[in-house]
């Protein structure tokens, strides 16, 4: 079993929708969780970071973390074409080793 | 801005080939990461440094060696490249002591092994 799991998808939606992105994992030594975003050809980029259970809003964007599930989700509101790209749920304890999920491809149709 | 910059965006080697990719940072971070990524695994690590001629295995070390003899400059080999090494490598660094172990990766190099 995979430490951090992530359904890849894809993921089509209409521009303007809400992209609802979610891993789940297995070490409970996990505290700091992040997405990155990847678009194509690029490396990853920082997207979102917590280190606690419940949400955190930047923007369109809201992370959710729930420790006592295992499980994390990333919330894209009123999604646009730009959103278009892959998206990595990555963790660590607390060393600076990140774990990370397999990525799930977003599309926006405009 | 944090520039993390790989020496290739794109390489293809011959089965047996030696084969160097560079990494260079420019923001004096500690870590420095090789990663590879292949559809439906995700990112797995390959090699961390976290100091000068410090090194240490990540997840999948087999196949390949790193070198780091400057801060800014971590270097993945593959000693004899094979056509299961053909992947998008990352390069990444952070901080050593970064509370949000954010890390900063380059645009990746695609090697294909033929």
């Known amino acids: 079993q995979k430490e951090v799991e992530q359904d890849p998808g894809p993921l089509s939606v209409p521009e303007g929708a809400i992209v609802s992105l979610n891993c789940t994992y297995s070490n409970s030594a996990f505290q700091y969780f992040m997405w990155y975003r990847q678009y194509s050809r690029k490396g990853p980029e920082l997207l979102m970071y917590t280190y606690s259970s419940g949400n955190k809003e930047d923007g369109r964007f809201t992370a959710q973390v729930d420790k006592s599930s295992k499980y994390i989700s990333l919330f894209i509101r009123d999604s646009q074409p730009s959103d278009s790209a892959t998206y990595l749920c990555a963790m660590c304890s607390n060393d600076y080793k990140l774990s990370f999920g397999a990525g799930t491809t977003v599309t926006v149709r405009a | 801005d944090v520039k993390v910059t790989q020496s290739s965006r794109y390489l293809v080697k011959r089965t047996g080939e030696k084969v160097f990719l560079e990494c260079v940072q420019d923001?004096?971070?500690?870590?420095m990461f090789w990663y590879r990524q292949d559809p439906g695994l995700g990112l797995r690590l390959i090699y961390f440094?976290?100091?000068?001629?410090?090194?240490e295995k990540g997840d999948i070390p087999e196949g390949y060696s790193v070198s780091r003899e400057k801060k800014e400059r971590f270097s993945l080999i593959l000693e004899s490249a094979s056509t299961n090494q053909t992947s998008m490598y990352l390069c990444?660094?952070?901080?050593?002591?970064?509370?949000?172990?954010?890390?900063?990766f380059g645009p990746g190099t695609r090697l294909t092994v033929l």
């Open positions: 440094s976290y100091d000068v001629k410090m090194k």
């Open positions: 990444a660094s952070s901080f050593g002591a970064s509370r949000h172990n954010e890390q900063f």
């Open positions: 923001m004096d971070h500690e870590n």
